[in-house]
């Protein structure tokens, strides 16, 4: 397999039937470091629940947070809930935000790749290119070429 074909191995995002029964509510929460700790404040709780919760790491204080949301307001399953966490200074949210916005610029370039490169095979195979020359072209297997686009017969 080429690195171009790496890409192609990936598998594709589905919505599941069980997704669509899911309740989901997102909260937002700040972070803040105290000492060794992370203290959490979670906002906008219905009825005004406050949930406050810390943890050792990061993603300890995330999980805590979710669990004191989910036992506050007596979630149960099949609901979910999301927590949208960030830290309380902004020159660290932004940096996130850039983090975020390289990785969705990324994925969406790479669906873009994935489309250009099904168009060119097709458009190789349909003006009667094989399936190794058109591999050869696009730097790919001519097993790949095969899946992207296969031959109709007429």
Same mark, same amino acid.
């Given at each position: ?16 039937? *069980?997704?669509?029964?899911? #309740?989901?509510?997102? +909260? @937002? =929460?700040?972070?803040? @470091? ?5 203290? !959490? /404040?979670?906002?906008?709780?219905? &009825?005004? +629940?406050? !949930? ?6 990061? @993603?300890?204080?995330?999980? /805590?947070?979710? $669990?004191?949301? #989910? &036992?506050?307001?007596? %979630?149960?399953?099949?609901?979910? !809930?999301? %927590? ?5 200074? &902004?020159?660290? !949210?932004?940096?996130?935000?850039? %983090? ?14 994935? *489309? =250009?490169?099904? =168009? ?9 290119? $094989? #399936?190794? &020359?058109?591999?050869? %072209? ?17």
């Amino acid at each position: 397999m080429t690195s171009f074909e790496a890409i192609f191995d990936e598998p594709a995002a589905q919505d599941s039937d *069980e997704s669509a029964h899911i #309740t989901c509510t997102t +909260y @937002r =929460a700040t972070a803040t @470091r105290a000492g060794k700790q992370w203290i !959490v /404040n979670v906002h906008g709780l219905p &009825d005004g +629940y406050v !949930v406050r919760v810390q943890g050792a790491t990061w @993603r300890e204080a995330e999980s /805590n947070t979710i $669990t004191g949301i #989910t &036992d506050a307001l007596h %979630v149960e399953p099949p609901a979910a !809930v999301i %927590v949208h966490m960030r830290p309380d200074d &902004d020159e660290i !949210v932004e940096a996130l935000e850039a %983090v975020t916005d390289a990785r969705a610029a990324r994925l969406h370039a790479e669906l873009a790749e994935k *489309e =250009a490169v099904r =168009a060119a095979a097709q458009t190789l195979v349909d003006k009667g290119w $094989t #399936t190794r &020359d058109a591999g050869g %072209v696009l730097r790919l297997s001519a097993q790949r070429i095969s899946q992207l686009a296969p031959r109709t017969t007429a």
